[in-house]
């Protein structure tokens, strides 16, 4: 399974900020075969599907940098979606913050109390929302621009940049790496890393189907038997919209709320 990501737009570092020292070897370009064979060590069953046929796109009449893209892609589709699939079902119990969200007096309580986790989206204030876009945004063009080398030029993909240039810099902060904080695997051997992947990727597939499992139960009732009984809470909202009603005062979404598809509501 390969999955496309939205590339990311060139970033220079702002001066000042020490470049990253190169810790790591230089690391092959992936090829198609390459692709045949990691798919048989994640699931001998099915072994390689690819019937998009993604693993022979180019990329600036470069299949190895195609290859490079996806599979950092997927790999980011997987961690994120673990992390939205073990947060739907936190969400879901009513499980938050005792705390309040702004300035504003928003509290977790108030966006819990709104109901299915992407009603709890919608009711988060539009500000809060925007601090999130703006903090995924500065993670993206850090990994993008801070790492040893790019996953489309050879680099291993999936790879996330350390913060060490920013905490050098005289900022001190963040305090902890993004991945792999604390060390954990930094003593682990190639084949115990190698071993994890598999498991990272086994799991993040899994996770895609799940949270988009959660999500259409969630839109259409009953269209996912397999969560039969498990009292997943309907939502009649747009769940592939970021802005909702409560979100007017952003460009266009006055106008966007109004809009009806010509086949109609699903």
């Known amino acids: 399974m390969l999955s496309a990501l939205s590339g990311s737009v ?10 990253p020292t190169v810790t790591t070897a ?5 090829t198609k075969a ?36 996806l599979r950092h892609a997927e790999i980011k589709h997987g961690r994120v979606a673990m992390a939205a699939f073990v947060g739907y079902i936190v969400q879901s119990n ?7 969200t702004t300035l504003s007096g928003v509290t977790y309580a ?18 809060a929302k925007w601090q999130i876009f703006g903090l995924i945004a500065g993670l993206e063009l850090w990994s993008e621009c801070a790492m040893d080398k790019h996953y489309m030029k ?20 963040p305090p902890f790496d993004l991945f792999d904080p604390f060390g954990f695997s930094k003593n682990k051997t190639p084949e115990q890393k190698e071993k994890g992947l598999l498991v990272e990727l086994n799991n993040g597939r ?21 969560l039969a009984g498990c ?21 266009f979404v006055k106008e966007m709320l109004t809009y009806v598809a010509p086949w109609g509501t699903i």
């Open 34 to 69: 390459d692709l045949e064979v990691l798919a048989k060590k994640l699931n001998p069953t099915v072994g390689f599907y690819d019937p998009l046929g993604l693993a022979d796109a180019v990329i600036d009449g470069n299949n190895e940098a195609a290859i490079g893209y």
């Open 26 to 30: 230089s690391v092959r370009m992936e």
């Open 154 to 173: 050879g680099g291993k993909p999936g790879d996330y940049p350390s913060f060490a240039p920013i905490r050098d810099s005289g900022l001190g902060q």
């Open 94 to 100: 009513g499980i938050h913050f005792p705390w309040a």
């Open 231 to 251: 009292n997943i809470a309907p939502y009649d909202g747009e769940v592939m919209s970021p802005w909702a009603a409560g979100d007017v005062s952003v460009p």
């Open 10 to 19: 060139a970033f220079a570092p702002t001066t000042g900020v020490r470049a």
């Open 206 to 226: 899994l996770a895609q189907i799940g949270i988009m499992a959660f999500v259409s139960e969630a839109k259409v009732p009953g269209s996912v038997p397999g």
């Open 110 to 127: 108030d966006i819990a109390a709104a109901g299915s986790p992407p009603a709890q989206w919608d009711a988060v204030p539009t500000n």
